[in-house]
């Protein structure tokens, strides 16, 4: 089995992260309309919370927990809980859950990000001038 076809066989993901500087697993779960979980330790958590304006729910497509050096056992029983949580949910909301991970997906293209990039080699280039 390929690994997007695990992807698509998914109900819902978890992806833990105790540190990943951006996190493409949950992106990708995401963008084929699997909501998942993560946390704030992990850059697309971090991202996903900075979209939501605020800590992201399953509802939002993303659940985002909250993660210290420290609180191994808080996260494990958080993780669990949001699973009970996603079980019992009906059909629409994870039908909701399904269309809200999608969008947060889009706002994660290329084209949304390439400015960015842009931004940072400009930046790179007038340091490099600045120092010759």
Known sequence: MSYYDLVLGNDLCIYPSYYEPWGYTPLEAV???????TTDLAG?????NSVKGGYSTLLDGVKVIHRTDYNYS?????IKD???????MSETEVKKARSNADKLSKKAL????IKYYWEA????????????
């Open 82 to 88: 949001e699973v009970a949580d996603f079980s019992n």
């Open 110 to 113: 290329w084209s949304e990000f």
């Open 44 to 48: 697309f958590g971090l991202w996903a």
């Open 121 to 132: 080699y400009d930046f790179a280039l007038r340091k490099a001038e600045e120092r010759a």
């Open 31 to 37: 963008a084929f309309k699997v909501p998942c979980i």
């Open 74 to 78: 808080e996260v494990a029983d958080a």
